[in-house]
């Protein structure tokens, strides 16, 4: 066997493979590599202050939709049972005056 047939070089592999840290997460903006890098939750790269911020208000809004949508399946699913155990009944009350 030759030497060096079956050789793998880092080099190669990240070519092949994008980086987390080479564009913004939210427009795709090229990172710089003498610019500064926002970062949210952990590992998600943007590329100013103003495209974090929006991230954060998008994920905000999410799981508020989210919240609110559970929120309303539970009171959904109270008001279902409601209705097999007792029948509810609208009852007028006051005076009826007949000419």
Not at 41 to 54: A, H, I, L, V
Request: charged letters at 30%; glycine letters at 6%; one cysteine or more.
């Amino acid at each position: 066997m030759k030497k060096g047939m079956f050789q793998f070089t880092e080099d190669e592999d990240q070519h092949n493979e994008s980086h987390f840290l080479e564009a913004c997460f939210l427009c795709r903006k090229p990172l710089g590599y003498n610019n500064d890098i926002f970062m949210y939750r952990g590992n998600t790269p943007f590329c100013s202050k103003e495209c974090r911020q929006e991230q954060i208000e998008i994920d905000e809004a999410k799981e508020k939709n989210w919240k609110l949508s559970s929120s309303n399946r539970g009171a959904v699913r109270k008001s279902d049972t409601n209705k097999n155990s007792t029948p509810s009944k609208n009852v007028r009350t006051g005076t009826v005056v007949v000419a």
